[in-house]
């Protein structure tokens, strides 16, 4: 692997941009492929399959999530230090991720044995869906350590201007997940079919071989940074410093994630086809606005190295140049979901019932793509500026003040039915991007220390 030693702090930005992000919007787009592909031969299985795996793969994303969220301030100040040409403390600040990243995915280890049966019970779904949906979970979060490893691992390298190495690890070990994920899902070969639990399986598997070839490129420096864990010890300020910027982010994901339950549950009332039709509109709408987290991320890492390099114009250009470059992108993707709304659907199920419903719902969900990529951008430049707050509080008052209060009412106060928890979503965007909008003109994030 080549060592990324590039200066983004300089030349073209609009380089620098697509330079970072293609690899971003590959690593991203085979994690939500395989996503995308594991729910369309659960799929075969049924609705209720669909279901619990799609129910199920909230409540894991929920802790995921959270992991996620607490790793943006490892972003942040890893890229600072990189922008300040301060390596020595960019390392040091890694191996501090790493400790972070440990605790947390013991105690999602633990949350997910105890927890997940009680969670499942709370949407009062058919049996057979709990049943399978709490097998997801247990076995997913029974991973949990390996995730926030691995994904501490791509973020330090990430931050540090190397999106290269996390695509190719990603690349192969999610190409072996689809190799053998319809095996064992379907049960081909000598497999069994082993069906949502399976699902989850070769999830472990895959994060935990990429979380070993992630930390094994960094300690043996063949990334930008080199994690040096012979003089290692726990510093708790660079820590606390960490878990500050991030700790607002990974709120925003938790609540997220619990904004997506609350709607799985307004969901239940119309049926397993609802509920079937929302979650995979969850995973639909991951695959779609994938280009939006890779160039979102990609200007992030410019923001906090830029920043560090104390170059706050170059900063600024880099996000509305990449809110331009998205805007494009989603246009075309607006208008593709329009005219093929049935054919993406009818790639994870048949179902004539689930096809009406999820169809409707892709559509419906269009008519705020683009506004949702402006947010996304917005959102993870604020993140690589380590103002991780704002963007917390935005995202709460975007879901529990507007997406959930008209989600349930205007399915009980309109006639648009089942179809008013969508609109609910899409009128919830337009509140946050007006929002993001204005809080990023005021520029306080421009002068946030880390």
């Known amino acids: 692997m080549t060592m990324i030693t590039k200066d983004w702090t300089q030349g073209s930005i609009l380089k620098n941009l697509f330079g970072l992000s293609w690899p971003m919007a590959l690593t991203e787009g085979f994690g939500s492929l395989v996503m995308t592909v594991d729910l369309i031969w659960v799929g075969r299985l049924g609705s209720a399959a669909i279901a619990s795996a799609g129910v199920g793969g909230m409540v894991s994303m929920l802790v995921m999530g959270a992991?996620?969220?607490?790793?943006?301030?490892?972003?942040?100040?890893?890229?600072?230090?990189?922008?300040?040409?301060?390596?020595?403390?960019?390392?040091?600040?890694?191996?501090?991720?790493?400790?972070?990243?440990?605790?947390?995915?013991?105690?999602?280890?633990?949350?997910?044995?105890?927890?997940?049966?009680?969670?499942?019970?709370?949407?009062?779904?058919?049996?057979?869906?709990?049943?399978?949906?709490?097998?997801?979970?247990?076995?997913?979060?029974?991973?949990?350590?390996?995730?926030?490893l691995r994904i501490a691992a791509d973020n330090i390298m990430q931050a540090s201007g190397d999106t290269l190495t996390p695509m190719k690890i990603t690349i192969l070990t999610r190409s072996i997940h689809l190799l053998l994920a319809p095996a064992i899902i379907l049960g081909w070969w000598v497999f069994p079919q082993m069906g949502v639990t399976g699902a989850a399986l070769i999830n472990v598997f895959t994060h935990t071989f990429a979380m070993a070839i992630g930390l094994w490129v960094l300690i043996t420096g063949r990334s930008r940074l080199r994690l040096n864990l012979k003089n290692f010890r726990i510093d708790m300020n660079i820590i606390w410093r960490m878990v500050k910027i991030g700790m607002p982010a990974s709120i925003m994901n938790i609540q997220r994630s619990l904004g997506y339950l609350v709607l799985a549950w307004l969901m239940v009332p119309f049926g397993t086809f609802a509920v079937a039709g929302h979650s995979l509109m969850q995973r639909i709408d991951i695959l779609i606005i994938l280009p939006t987290w890779a160039i979102g991320s990609s200007a992030g890492v410019l923001v906090g190295q830029n920043l560090g390099a104390q170059q706050v114009q170059r900063a600024v250009r880099s996000v509305w140049l990449a809110s331009a470059a998205i805007s494009v992108v989603m246009i075309a993707v607006t208008a593709a979901i329009l005219l093929w709304a049935e054919g993406i659907v009818g790639l994870f199920s048949n179902e004539p019932g689930l096809m009406v419903i999820a169809s409707t719902f892709l559509r419906i969900a269009a008519a705020g793509y683009l506004l949702m990529a402006l947010t996304v951008v917005l959102q993870q430049a604020l993140s690589g500026a380590g103002d991780t707050m704002p963007a917390m509080l935005i995202s709460l008052m975007m879901i529990w003040v507007v997406q959930l209060p008209l989600a349930y009412f205007l399915p009980r106060l309109t006639e648009f039915g089942v179809y008013g928890v969508r609109w609910a979503l899409v009128i919830g965007v337009f509140a946050g991007a007006v929002a993001y909008i204005v809080y990023f003109h005021i520029g306080r994030w421009k002068r946030k220390t880390v």
């Open 67 to 148: 992991n996620v969220g607490l790793m943006m301030g490892v972003r942040a100040i890893v890229a600072r230090f990189v922008g300040a040409r301060d390596i020595s403390s960019a390392n040091h600040a890694a191996t501090q991720a790493l400790v972070i990243a440990v605790v947390f995915g013991l105690v999602a280890v633990l949350a997910g044995i105890t927890l997940s049966e009680s969670v499942m019970n709370l949407f009062g779904l058919e049996p057979q869906v709990v049943s399978e949906g709490v097998t997801y979970v247990r076995i997913t979060l029974a991973g949990a350590l390996a995730f926030s």
